[in-house]
């Protein structure tokens, strides 16, 4: 089974497909942080993951096209059910990072 996350209207999503003789995939689902769907508003949300901290669970990182921000996601779960509380922009610097569009 693959996983994939994909950015829709500025929800992080995740879906998982099966490769076999015909393929299917499951419905997605939004991702959520402290119970609350992850929303970034304005779409372009381009999530991804990433064990960010190295720490062997996988973190979820999303584009806030609004600002140009990035949020990171902690996972505070585990490997195989990532849970999300709360989330804080990625820095250089001090400074939060923020990219222009186009
Ligand atoms: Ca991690």
Redesign the pocket.
Known sequence: MKTIIAGILGFACLSSITIAAAPTVDPAITLQSDGSTISVTTGHSTPEIV?????G???LVVGQYSSGKIRLY??TGTYDAPAFSGFSYIQSSGSDIALSAG
Do not use: G
Request: no cysteine; aromatic share 10%.
């Open positions: 064990d960010w901290n190295n720490d669970l996988n973190d902690l996972n």
